[in-house]
């Protein structure tokens, strides 16, 4: 570990308490071990980075408030896992171990290892490797060129082309860019679009990561809360008067987190406020290919088809292939393409080439490639439904026709607790606050089914005793001796 003091900014105890939210189980006797597995998610979130100087003792022992006694057990407990380093007369700081982290959140295991609740991206699809294989006896063709597209290779692009066209829009390889997943291509859009200060209007619930890189370029988001039954969609027009946002960010198609879909009726009359208002659209059709319950050829049109000339889409292959190839792409205007492309090059030259090819060679027939990915995960959704009926029978959910979650309401305000707790019973979760563009959703949890069938059923287990373990309930036939302990 590094005990060299770090350039890294300070957070204030008052902004620790918030990021913290309601970390402590009710009637906990140790509460030192909450603190610590509170602040523990936050570093393993990105919330808090390395070199973020910590407060003094005293100052979050004013603000949680608790003892200082509580603070210095829970930092000592921080050190000894090396996220917290300290030096005398300098503080406390966020550090980074130099080995493995006590907490492993990108391996999903079974036993006692930690099982990754957080993640909603599934491993590739059947025939990954086959592809890889294929596309490497071709590489030699491309050896000979310098390797550079900035729009993206042809071939792929030309392959998403005719997707869009097999969807009902018409759309040629000139309107399609390539990037490096569709965060790459979220990041391109915003750096065309928007400056700091800029407001973009969002879905409240929506994507985590979506709204950290509206913030890193210092623009303000501006929620518009869902229903119970999808958009609000003249809440939205009222945004757009109000606060006259430069973009709209959005994900009609299994939205993320709660799943829910816009029918082809809304989006309609979303193109009509938006043409009124003049405000881009910038949608996110990252699951638009995961439809459990019917075929995405089926479903209601791209966005793009009600307005063409306001419509930037955003597609990828993480979550319906994988997310090891790193591909995504923009579909927009030729005029938009051109300056997206113009922009593009202060940041990169392009994709890689080798990943693209592979993605090419699995779109040349998507439908055969993806109908297995849809039935595994159909029926992971399944299973992970009928054990939260079983483990949580007190928490609500809405069966999602697609995507790669279920959006679940919980009992009481105990979100953050859930998932600080979970991680003592070998679960890493989001709490519902990750996905409030200003916090918030303490009563909801995001549960993605990208994993196997048994490890869903296991987790849920878990997570029932979790949940009685915050609400201060017994599970039927449990004990505290049965409770497992990552």
Known sequence: MNHDVPPGGRISGFRLARLLGEWRRRGARQGSADLAAAIRMLVLDGRLPAGTRLPAEREMADALPVSRTMITAALDQLRSEGLVASKRG??????LPTGALGIAPDTPLVGHS???????????????????????????????????????????????????????????????????????ALALTLRLLTGPGDRVLVEQPSYPNALDAIKAVLAIPVPVAMTSTGWDLAGVAAALRQAAPRMAYLVLDFQNPTAHRLDAEGRAELADIARRARTPLVIDETAVELDLDGDPLDGPPPMASYAEDLVITLGSASKAYWGGLRVGWIRASTEVVHRLVSTRTALDLGSAVFEQMVLADLMAEPDRALAARRALLATQRDVLMAGLREHCPQWHFRRPAGGLSVWCELDAPISTRVAVVAQNHGIRLAPGSRFGAHGGFERWLRLPYVLPSDVLRDAVRRLGLVAASVTGTTMPGETAATMPVA
């Open 114 to 184: 930690m099982i990754d609740f957080a993640r909603a991206a599934p491993p590739a699809i059947p025939g990954m490797t086959a592809a890889f294989d294929a596309v490497r006896l071709r590489l030699p063709e491309q050896l000979t060129n310098h390797g550079y597209y900035e729009h993206g290779l042809p071939e792929l692009r030309k392959r998403i082309a005719e997707r869009y066209e097999a969807r009902g829009l018409p759309t040629s390889p000139d309107q399609i860019v390539i990037t490096s997943g569709a965060q790459h």
């Open 90 to 95: 300098a503080g406390s700081w966020i550090s």
